[in-house]
């Protein structure tokens, strides 16, 4: 199994739909992050959680928000999705003791708002 | 916000040749990561750099970590096809890191 896994790969959805992008990992790493990625802007951070009661917003966070139901899980909902936020969606963990060791990214997630 | 530009955004070049990426802020980061993103696949740690003027080498790829700690290179030494892919910088600030706009490298046979 992949020490982090995002689910669903790829996903369709209408406009003023509500999805929710779902991770988990095996690492036991306490800080989780969701970024997104589109052509020509790299990876942009949305939300991160540091610990399970903990959540702060990235640079993008307008119209997403998150949910840290567990250490191991860390969860991405769209409340109304709109076109412009047709992108890929990665899930990383990191260790704080490790931050050398760079993140541990999931697959991601292809999301497509039509 | 602090900000990562890479350049150049796009290289396409034939097996054999050498290139190198380059990774500039104005802004100073207590470290320096390169990762490496294939086609369906997130981002894959390749290094990470510490200390101004820090060079560190990978097989054919030398990372180098600017004097002031605010840009960083990656150099490929006879690029090959299995090279081919996005490459993204990634600064180090307190608690988080900052990506790079990336450079697609395509490697041609």
């Known amino acids: 199994d992949a020490d982090v896994t995002q689910t669903p790969r790829n996903r369709i959805t209408k406009t003023g739909k509500r999805i929710m992008l779902e991770c988990s990992q095996t690492?036991?790493?306490?800080?989780m992050y969701w970024y997104r990625q589109d052509p020509g802007l790299g990876l942009r951070l949305i939300y991160y959680?540091?610990?399970?009661?903990?959540?702060n917003k990235g640079e993008i966070s307008d119209g997403y928000s998150v949910s840290r139901q567990a250490q191991a899980k860390f969860s991405l909902s769209l409340e109304s999705a709109i076109p412009n936020q047709t992108a890929l969606y990665f899930c990383?963990?990191?260790?704080?003791?490790?931050?050398?060791?760079?993140?541990?990214f999931g697959s991601g997630t292809r999301l497509t708002v039509v | 916000t602090q900000l990562l530009e890479q350049s150049p955004q796009f290289l396409s070049i034939q097996e054999g040749e050498n290139l190198t990426v380059y990774c500039n802020s104005s802004?100073?980061?207590?470290?320096l990561q390169w990762y490496r993103q294939e086609p369906g696949e997130g981002p894959v740690l390749l290094v990470t750099?510490?200390?101004?003027?820090e060079v560190k080498k990978l097989k054919r790829l030398t990372f180098q970590f600017g004097d002031a700690r605010k840009d960083s290179s990656l150099h490929i030494t006879a690029a090959q096809p299995g090279d081919t892919g996005l490459y993204l910088c990634?600064?180090?600030?307190?608690?988080?890191?900052?990506f790079g706009t990336g450079t697609r490298l395509q490697v041609f046979p």
């Open positions: 990383a963990t990191s260790d704080p003791r490790q931050l050398n060791y760079g993140y541990t």
């Open positions: 690492k036991g790493h306490d800080r």
């Open positions: 959680s540091f610990d399970v009661k903990d959540i």
């Open positions: 802004s100073v980061f207590s470290s």
């Open positions: 750099v510490v200390t101004g003027g």
């Open positions: 990634a600064g180090a600030n307190t608690d988080k890191l900052i």
